[in-house]
């Protein structure tokens, strides 16, 4: 047990649908990630919060958001759904950001099928 | 921009023999640079990195990596293969140059089967 929690674990939904995956990181750990993992296009990195604040983005797209909370937990909205969004969305976190070799700690996913 | 490839998408290996998934990277500064084991249905579980130091690093489950800079390769090893190391292997890398974030960039991955 990683001690990161996504949740729900499975979704399904339906095309032009809106859904909001919950993360709640590591105690302690202060960043938080957001990668999707789908066969054709393996792990992409989408976007870094720490401490509340934006501090990286990968390739995420406008129909997509994210946010952190004090608490920091974190959501991930994602809008508009089509048929290509669905795939397996992790969340990791780490203690730290910026130049720290510090390695990702990664909940088990959550499961987007958009039909 | 950073960029990790694992050129094989599958390695066989009969149970006991060593394996090898490999690993190239590619970044402007110096990379700190990671494996991780994905196991059917579960998310991403942490088995060694390199940031510094000793070329061999030791991590979970006996598994070891060379890091390699004039190759630019961090290949995985394991002198004796389980059946049970049968999973989903990733190589990821850190950019630790000024401008780069805190990301960690991954590799295709790489599905190690463990023959019997």
């Known amino acids: 047990d990683s001690g990161v929690t996504q949740t729900p674990k499975h979704l399904i939904t339906a095309t032009g649908q809106r859904v909001t995956l919950r993360c709640s990181p590591r105690s302690g750990d202060l960043s938080v990630y957001w990668y999707q993992q789908s066969l054709d296009q393996g792990l992409q990195f989408l976007i870094q919060?720490?401490?509340?604040?934006?501090?990286a983005k990968g390739n995420i797209l406008e129909r997509f958001s994210a946010q952190q909370f004090p608490d920091l937990h974190s959501e991930l909205n994602l809008s508009s759904l089509e048929l290509g969004d669905s795939a397996l969305y992790f969340c990791a976190s780490s203690v730290a950001s910026g130049r720290k070799g510090g390695e990702l700690f990664f909940g088990e996913g959550s499961r987007l099928t958009v039909l | 921009a950073q960029s990790v490839a694992q050129p094989e998408d599958q390695v066989n290996v009969a149970e006991g023999n060593p394996l090898t998934v490999k690993c190239t990277y590619s970044v402007s500064g110096n990379p700190y640079l990671f494996w991780y084991v994905q196991y059917p249905n579960r998310g991403l579980q942490f088995l060694l990195k390199y940031i510094t130091g000793d070329n061999l690093v030791k991590g979970s489950y006996g598994f070891e990596a060379e890091f390699n800079k004039s190759q630019t390769s961090f290949h995985l090893k394991k002198p004796s293969a389980l059946v049970s190391d049968s999973a989903l292997y990733f190589c990821a890398v850190r950019d630790m140059s000024n401008n780069a974030g805190n990301m960690l960039t991954f590799g295709g991955g790489t599905r190690l089967m463990v023959k019997p």
């Open positions: 919060y720490y401490n509340g604040e934006e501090r």
